[in-house]
């Protein structure tokens, strides 16, 4: 996505009760908090972005400004944050869902939330955090190296994450990430 492509920034607010909301009209289940951080980034990846900064964390990618504005909206009684197993699910209070305000979202803001809910939203937070974390260290190391390698790539998500990702568990999710679209050369 171009800068010119973006039409405005999103708030924090919005984008996270955009995509809750539209991962229950899609009647997708609600996401953990690490699905979410993931979720959020492909949607930034995609043109759509309040200015969450993105850092690499232990699960890959992790934005503590999205983590804030979850807590945030769970103090103003929003969302809820509900305990699952090993996940907390982050989902918005459904009694509310009818007060709070719909952003105006322009089309295109619209239909990328959408395409990263449709083609993303189901997947495991492990499968999650494989592709973004391939997608975050194929856009640090593309700032230094060019040409940039599948190799490189794969080499730099070992380096952090160790042997948590079996090579080819790195290069299927550069496979779907450039089926995708996100591209970093």
Same mark, same amino acid.
């Given at each position: 996505m171009n800068e010119g492509e973006r039409v405005r920034n999103m708030n924090h607010v919005e984008l996270v009760v955009t995509v809750l909301r539209k991962m229950s009209d899609f009647k997708l289940q609600y996401p953990g908090k690490k699905a979410l951080q993931k979720l959020v980034y492909l949607i930034g990846r995609r043109g759509v972005r309040p200015d969450f900064h993105y850092s690499i964390h232990y699960y890959g990618p992790y934005s503590s400004k999205l983590d804030d504005t979850v807590h945030s909206l769970q103090l103003k009684g929003i969302?809820?944050?509900?305990?699952? @197993?090993?996940?907390? &699910?982050? &989902? %918005?209070?459904?009694? %509310?869902? +009818?007060?709070?305000? $719909?952003?105006? %979202?322009?089309?295109?803001?619209?239909?990328e939330? +959408?395409?990263?809910? &449709?083609?993303? @939203? /189901?997947? /495991?937070?492990? $499968? %999650? +955090?494989?592709? /973004? /974390?391939?997608d975050f260290v194929a856009g640090e190391l593309g700032k230094i190296l060019k040409p940039l390698t599948e190799e490189a790539i794969v080499e730099g998500v070992k380096k952090i994450k160790g042997d948590k990702f079996p090579d080819q568990n790195i290069r299927d999710a550069l496979a779907v990430l450039k089926q995708h679209g996100y591209v970093w050369n």
């Amino acid at each position: 996505m171009n800068e010119g492509e973006r039409v405005r920034n999103m708030n924090h607010v919005e984008l996270v009760v955009t995509v809750l909301r539209k991962m229950s009209d899609f009647k997708l289940q609600y996401p953990g908090k690490k699905a979410l951080q993931k979720l959020v980034y492909l949607i930034g990846r995609r043109g759509v972005r309040p200015d969450f900064h993105y850092s690499i964390h232990y699960y890959g990618p992790y934005s503590s400004k999205l983590d804030d504005t979850v807590h945030s909206l769970q103090l103003k009684g929003i969302v809820e944050i509900v305990p699952d @197993g090993m996940n907390h &699910r982050v &989902r %918005l209070i459904e009694e %509310l869902q +009818e007060f709070i305000e $719909d952003p105006h %979202l322009s089309e295109k803001e619209s239909q990328e939330i +959408e395409y990263v809910l &449709r083609n993303f @939203g /189901t997947l /495991t937070p492990y $499968d %999650l +955090e494989v592709i /973004t /974390t391939a997608d975050f260290v194929a856009g640090e190391l593309g700032k230094i190296l060019k040409p940039l390698t599948e190799e490189a790539i794969v080499e730099g998500v070992k380096k952090i994450k160790g042997d948590k990702f079996p090579d080819q568990n790195i290069r299927d999710a550069l496979a779907v990430l450039k089926q995708h679209g996100y591209v970093w050369n």
